[in-house]
C-alpha cells in the first residue's frame, strides 16, 4: 500500500498560518489525497481532499504538488482548536472501491 | 443531519469471547468501512461494504468479518477474541466507493480484551 510521509510534530502560535507538509512519492494517478484530523478519543474529522488542483474549503486549503509527489495543508489561521493529530492520505482504488491508508500522522500542537 | 453512530462505544470482553460492532452511515450513504486503530499499529483499514457486499479487505485474519443491511447498516464481529485486537474500531460511511468521495468516521468503539 502507498504510505505517506510527515513529520511527527509542528508547533504554531495561535492566530499565524500553519503549513503541513506530506510526502507521498508512490502515489497512481488514481489516488486522491485526503486530509483527516484526529483529536483524542475521538474518531478522525474530515478536513479536505483534492486529486491534482488545489483545493480550498472553510476549514482548510489544500495545495498539490505539480508532480502530485506531495502536498501541504494550510489552516490560515491556526486556533488553538486546531491542536490535533493531522493525517495525510492517500485515497487508494482497488477493484474501483476506495480504502484509505493511514501514516502516523503529524501532531500539531498550538500555543496561545 | 446525523453523522455516522456507532454502538456500543466502549465495552469490554473476556479472551475468547466473541464481540459485535453497530454502525449506522449516515443517511444516504451506501458505502461503509470499518477502521482498527491502535497505539502501536495506528489506523488500519477492516473491509468495506457497499450494497451489502464486502469489495474491499485489509489484512485482517479471518477472525474479523461483517456485513451490510439492506437498509447500509453495517456489523462487525470478531471471534475468539485476543488480547491484541483490544482497540478503538472506526466505522466510516460514504456516497458510494467512487475515488473523491468525502468519508466520514464515527466516534468509535472501544474495545478492551481482558
Known amino acids: 500500500d502507498a504510505k505517506t510521509t510527515q513529520p511527527n510534530s509542528m508547533e504554531s502560535n495561535e492566530e499565524e498560518p500553519v503549513h503541513l507538509p506530506c510526502n507521498h512519492s508512490?502515489?497512481?494517478?488514481?489516488?486522491?489525497i485526503h486530509w483527516y484530523r484526529q483529536l483524542p478519543s475521538q474518531g478522525p474529522e474530515y478536513v479536505i481532499h483534492?486529486?491534482?488542483s488545489n483545493v480550498n474549503n472553510r476549514m482548510a486549503s489544500l495545495a498539490i504538488a505539480e508532480d502530485r509527489k506531495s502536498s501541504t495543508l494550510i489552516l490560515h489561521r491556526a486556533t488553538l482548536r486546531d491542536a490535533a493529530v493531522y493525517y495525510c492520505i492517500l485515497g487508494r482504488l482497488n477493484t474501483g472501491f476506495q480504502k484509505l491508508v493511514f501514516g502516523t500522522g503529524t501532531r500539531l500542537l498550538v500555543s496561545p | 443531519k446525523a453523522g455516522v453512530t456507532q454502538t456500543p462505544r466502549y465495552l469490554i470482553k473476556t479472551r475468547g469471547q466473541q464481540v459485535t460492532l453497530s454502525c449506522s452511515p449516515i443517511s444516504g450513504h451506501r458505502s461503509v468501512s470499518w477502521y482498527q486503530q491502535t497505539p502501536g499499529q495506528g489506523l488500519q483499514f477492516l473491509f468495506e461494504y457497499f450494497s451489502e457486499t464486502q469489495r474491499n479487505k485489509g489484512n485482517f485474519p479471518g477472525r474479523f468479518s461483517g456485513r451490510q443491511f439492506s437498509n447500509s447498516r453495517s456489523e462487525m464481529n470478531v471471534s475468539t477474541l485476543e488480547l491484541g485486537d483490544s482497540a478503538l474500531y472506526l466505522c466510516a460511511s460514504s456516497l458510494g466507493p467512487r475515488g473523491g468521495n468525502t468519508i466520514y468516521f464515527g466516534e468509535g468503539s472501544w474495545l478492551t480484551v481482558v
Open positions: 508512490t502515489i497512481s494517478g488514481t489516488d486522491y
Open positions: 483534492g486529486l491534482t
